[in-house]
Nanobody, 115 residues
Framework: QVQLVESGGGLVQPGGSLRLSCAAS????????MGWYRQAPGKERELVATITRGDSTNYADSVKGRFTISRDNAKSTVYLQMNNLKPEDTAVYYC?????????WGQGTQVTVSS
């Protein structure tokens, strides 16, 4: 069994920063694309950013220039550095990782941007 554990959410003022982490653990023999998605109240889940095994990245237009996705393959961990946060970034953030050719979701972590 493989599990994903997220951390790093919280309450931050507009313009602030947060760093999310998502670590995979268990019987892992291959980790492919890793990514972050978010879901705001009353809205559908949307893609935030992805990073491939070869470190190619893709970002939603709304976060380009403010968020940075990265990964540590030795730790099977993906990170999301979020800078210059805005109230519209408020959502539950979920990691999604292709582990052993299966798509797995984290439990979600709340990010609230408010003064």
């Amino acid at each position: 069994q493989v599990q994903l554990v997220e951390s790093g959410g919280g309450l931050v003022q507009p313009g602030g920063s947060l760093r999310l982490s998502c670590a995979a653990s268990g019987s892992i023999f291959r980790v492919n694309t890793m990514g972050w998605y978010r879901q705001a109240p009353g809205k559908e889940r949307e893609l935030v950013a992805t990073i491939t095994r070869g470190d190619s990245t893709n970002y939603a237009d709304s976060v380009k220039g403010r968020f940075t996705i990265s990964r540590d393959n030795a730790k099977s961990t993906v990170y999301l550095q979020m800078n210059n946060l805005k109230p519209e970034d408020t959502a539950v953030y979920y990691c999604n990782v292709n582990v052993n050719y299966r798509s797995l979701w984290g439990q979600g972590t709340q990010v609230t941007v408010s003064s």
